[in-house]
């Protein structure tokens, strides 16, 4: 955990590796969801040179709805088992519910990353109980609404005030603010401009004293901007990466590790 914690808080940008065990998630969805599969993907994830990995049993793609809880357990649990058996490097639990949370920890992972801010009854408590450190996201909706009519008078401002409040919240919880970071929540209940605005601002977000992840791997603004098909934005995906690393990001999540990793190491050979 200290070795995690170090790193979170160090010089050196962390790629994070997505392990998605679910049958519908907007780039992935199937691929990995028998265990076998997953659990190979995420070695090959670690091979690839990923420093994290993050596997989650929920899509989160606009307009999808929750799995319920035994049917999520049964999704991430068995693979974070295995994997953490089999890897070194960290795993996180991509999740909202206290309950996973829990078993997740349980199994090996060692950071819990919520989309929904620790905000589900009983994880603020959950994730305090647990000691590790917690990643917070700002979508201002349940998945199947986000996408609609999302509208705000200032993003960066309004993201920013969300995600210090939750930090705060976490504080008085008993979650240490070192175990915090921080993420904007690219694509969740956000237009493309939204989502321009914030990369552009994201040093606002280092500001709040939390590391920051990053998470614009193969999302639709990146369709949007390139017209490409989900399959066919690994360069726009990789090239995001580089741009929020460049502007303060600690952690990018990425699908494509290798190539990520590759751009990363041009980028700090430039000093």
Wanted: with cysteine.
């Amino acid at each position: 955990m200290t070795d995690l914690l170090r790193r979170l808080h160090g010089p050196d940008p962390l790629v994070c590796g997505i392990l998605n065990v679910t049958p519908d998630s907007f780039s992935d969805g199937g691929a990995f969801g028998d265990r076998a599969a997953a659990v190979a993907h995420g070695l090959r994830l670690v091979a690839e040179g990923a420093d994290l990995v993050d596997v989650g049993g929920e899509s989160t793609r606009p307009g999808s709805r929750s799995p319920g809880v035994a049917e999520e357990l049964d999704r991430v649990v068995p693979v974070i088992e295995e994997l953490a058996a089999r890897i070194s490097v960290p795993i996180s639990v991509d999740t909202s519910r206290p309950e996973v949370m829990a078993a997740a920890v349980r199994a090996g992972a060692t950071v819990i990353n919520d989309v929904r801010a620790l905000g589900n009854p009983g994880a603020l408590e959950a994730a305090a109980r647990l000691r590790v450190p917690v990643c917070l996201t700002h979508m201002p909706k349940p998945p199947h609404l986000m996408q609609r009519d999302p509208s705000y008078v200032d993003v960066v401002g309004e993201v920013r005030e969300f995600l210090l409040e939750r930090t705060d919240a976490c504080a008085r919880a008993g979650i240490p603010r070192e175990y915090v970071i921080v993420d904007p929540g690219f694509g969740f209940g956000k237009t493309l401009d939204h989502n321009l605005a914030l990369l552009g601002s994201l040093r606002a977000f280092t500001e709040l004293g939390a590391p920051v992840m990053v998470g614009l791997s193969r999302k639709a603004m990146l369709g949007r901007i390139t017209g490409r098909p989900v399959d066919r934005r690994q360069a726009a995906s990789v090239t995001a990466a580089v741009l929020a690393v460049q502007r303060g990001a600690q952690v990018v999540r990425v699908h494509d590790v290798a190539a990520t990793v590759d751009a990363l190491a041009i980028l700090d050979a430039l000093g």
